[in-house]
C-alpha cells in the first residue's frame, strides 16, 4: 500500500522538534480528508495520498510557492514507488490547489475536500499560528492580531463544503472572541 511507504516518510521529516507540530497538521488533514471521502463518496486513496504529501514542501522549511512545488515534489516522490499514472496526477491536482492561491482552484471532488479539510485543520491547532507570528516572525501584540484575524477569515472563506462550516463554526466564534480587539 502506498500509505505505509509514504506515511513514515512524512512523519520521519516532521520528527524534527522544531517541526514536531506539523504532525498534528498533516494527521488532522488525513483525517477530515477522509471524513468527507466517506460522506462525499470520493476516492479515499487519493485523499489520503494527498493529505500526508500536501505540505511537504512547507515542512521542509520552504512557504513560497509550496503548493506549486509542493504537486511537483509529490509526483517525484510517488514514480519513485511506482505509484500509477492517472493516480499521481489527481493527486498533484488535489496538491496544487489546497492552498488559498486564486490561480488554481480545486476542480475535482477530492481537491475540494483537500482544500476544506486543510483549513478545517487549522480551527484545531491555532498554537502554531501564534507560534508564527509572535516566535518566528517576532510581530508585536497588535500587528500579530491583525495577521491572525485576517488568516482566519481566509480559512473560514475557504471552507465551502457546508458539514466543514458546521463543524469549523463554533471553533471559529470562541477564535473570534480571543483574538477581538
Ligand atoms: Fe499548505
Ligand atoms: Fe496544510
Redesign the pocket.
Same mark, same amino acid.
Given at each position: 500500500m502506498i500509505i505505509e511507504k509514504i506515511k513514515p516518510m512524512v512523519i520521519k521529516l516532521c520528527g524534527d522538534p522544531e517541526h514536531r507540530w506539523w504532525r498534528l497538521h498533516i494527521e488532522s488533514v488525513v483525517k477530515y480528508s477522509k471524513l468527507f471521502a466517506k460522506k462525499m463518496n470520493a476516492d479515499e486513496e487519493i485523499l489520503e495520498v494527498s493529505a500526508w504529501l $500536501? =505540505?511537504i514542501q512547507?515542512i521542509k522549511g520552504n512557504r513560497k510557492l $509550496? $503548493?506549486v512545488n509542493?504537486a511537483k515534489e509529490a509526483e517525484k516522490i510517488l514514480m519513485k514507488f511506482g505509484y500509477p499514472e492517472d493516480k499521481i496526477k489527481q493527486v498533484k491536482h488535489c496538491i496544487l490547489t $489546497?492552498?488559498s492561491d486564486k490561480n488554481y482552484p480545486p476542480e475535482s471532488k477530492e481537491a475540494i475536500i483537500l482544500h476544506n479539510a =486543510?483549513s478545517l485543520s487549522h480551527f484545531d491547532n491555532s498554537m502554531p499560528f501564534a507560534h508564527w507570528v509572535y516566535g518566528l516572525d517576532k510581530l508585536s501584540i497588535e500587528n500579530g492580531r491583525n495577521v491572525l484575524i485576517d488568516k482566519y477569515k481566509r480559512d473560514w472563506n475557504k471552507l465551502t463544503l457546508p458539514e466543514a462550516r458546521k463543524i469549523a463554526k463554533p471553533k471559529y466564534d470562541a477564535i473570534k472572541i480571543v483574538l477581538k480587539k
Open positions: $500536501h =505540505d512547507k $509550496h $503548493h509542493g $489546497h492552498s =486543510d
